[in-house]
């Protein structure tokens, strides 16, 4: 984090010193074109304030002004003061950048309020801190012998154009500046906002498919389950209708055979001898229906399904049964 902030700092160290030799170096080809001010001797008139001007909207730190005044200073001609110059401009300018940044900056918003503080804050540039530290440093210097208020007035008649025109230059700049920044800050928010929607609408997707994935593998478990108890239900449909089958027509039989022989015991003609035959035809059958029950018994334990074949088989196996129980019989 230290490291990052050092960083941040040297780069704005670069950016601002590069600004200032910028703004000094166009400060300087605008002081090459000079108007001399009639009356005034070594007084001259440009549009060399402008970028002068411009330059304390993009340095960071009141220092730097110091800088574009330097290389400013440079563009004096010869009947001029190099250190009148510098003074003029650079003691002047640091009171102007302050009173950006402090009023003018912070209403980037009212773009009404920004247009007047900073017209005003021009006339206050010129009127108050250029021309008196110009005649001051002057007069200092040997250039002007002059009363002060003379030649405030005097000089004040000639710059007056420049003061509009750079007034209205640098305002317009400003007002360009404004909507850029302002620009930018829309684009800013806006593809922040672009940025957090298409966050929201990623995460909202991985979640849908997260989801989809879920809900696929449910049915697809659904779909297993299904068959499986489509499968188990045709399974105990098939053996309930051997289980049917076998009740219907295997076990039906001996079972009849016991009802009728009961009924005709009941018959009071009967003799005894026929009644111990009949006794024993009916504890055959019974015979052969316990055996069938206990291996009936056998396959629902096992829970077999009876099957075509199994049906067969069991059927043999009842016929075995009824054979061995006839055939004990006859002996």
């Not at 000094?24 to 074109?33: E, P, R, S, T, V």
């Not at 989801?211 to 299904?226: F, M, P, W």
């Not at 055959?284 to 229906?289: A, H, N």
Request: with cysteine; aromatic share 10%.
């Amino acid at each position: 984090m230290m490291t990052k902030n050092l960083f941040h700092f040297k780069k704005n160290i670069v950016n601002d010193l590069l600004m200032a030799l910028l703004f000094g170096l166009i400060a300087f080809i605008f002081g090459l074109i000079q108007f001399n001010i009639p009356g005034i001797e070594g007084g001259t008139s440009g549009l060399n304030e402008v970028p002068l001007l411009i330059s304390v909207i993009y340095l960071s730190h009141p220092i730097y002004v110091l800088l574009v005044s330097f290389i400013f200073c440079f563009s004096t001609t010869a009947d001029g003061s190099i250190l009148s110059t510098f003074l003029m401009h650079g003691i002047s300018l640091i009171p102007f950048w302050c009173y950006y940044h402090t009023l003018v900056k912070p209403r980037f918003k009212n773009v009404l309020v920004v247009v007047v503080l900073f017209i005003f804050g021009i006339c206050f540039y010129y009127l108050v801190l250029v021309l008196p530290i110009m005649i001051i440093t002057n007069q200092f210097v040997g250039l002007n012998i002059l009363d002060f208020r003379i030649f405030y007035f005097q000089v004040l008649e000639a710059v007056y154009f420049e003061m509009f025109a750079t007034s209205l230059i640098a305002t317009l700049y400003l007002l360009h500046y404004n909507v850029n920044q302002q620009l930018k800050e829309h684009i800013t928010s806006v593809e922040s906002q672009v940025k957090e929607r298409t966050s929201q609408l990623a995460f909202a997707v991985k979640e849908l498919n997260a989801a989809n994935e879920e809900l696929k593998t449910v049915n697809n478990h659904l779909d297993e389950q299904v068959l499986e108890r489509t499968q188990t239900l045709e399974n105990r449909n098939i053996q309930l209708s051997g289980y049917a089958f076998v009740n219907s027509h295997l076990l039906r039989a001996p079972l009849a055979r016991i009802l009728g022989l009961a009924s005709i015991l009941k018959d009071e003609s009967t003799s005894e001898s026929k009644e111990n035959i009949l006794m024993d035809k009916m504890i055959q059958s019974c015979d052969e229906l316990d055996k069938i029950i206990h291996l009936m018994g056998k396959i629902v334990t096992e829970e077999s399904i009876l099957e075509v074949e199994q049906i067969e088989d069991l059927q043999e196996q009842i016929r075995k049964i009824s054979n061995e129980i006839s055939m004990r019989g006859k002996l």
